[in-house]
């Protein structure tokens, strides 16, 4: 097994950040805003859902109904599936 050695906090572009030394990993929370709607926020190509940090398999919990989306790409029109498979959200 390879081996890293680095100093200072870890921050990851796939939703966590901590301090490896103290074996502390906080994960990053996604949360919209109750009146605007997750999966708006998702349809919009501008937005910090699709244009910081989105990985593949990436998931954004709307806290409203319980739903899930999980990105399918890295891009700013890549796909977000829904979890009860109802429909999905191409960001445009």
Do not use: C, R
């Not at 572009?13 to 502390?24: D, E, L």
């Not at 919209?32 to 593949?56: F, Q």
């Amino acid at each position: 097994m390879a081996t890293t050695t680095f100093s200072g906090p870890v921050v990851s572009t796939n939703g966590f950040q901590g301090n490896i030394s103290t074996g502390t990993v906080t994960p990053t929370t996604f949360v919209a805003p109750a009146s605007a709607g997750l999966a708006a926020l998702l349809g919009d190509e501008d937005n910090a859902y699709n244009t910081t940090g989105k990985v593949v398999g990436k998931q954004v919990t709307d806290l409203d109904d319980g739903l899930i989306y999980t990105a399918t790409g890295t891009g700013v029109n890549d796909t977000w599936v829904v979890s009860d498979a109802s429909t999905a959200v191409t960001p445009a």
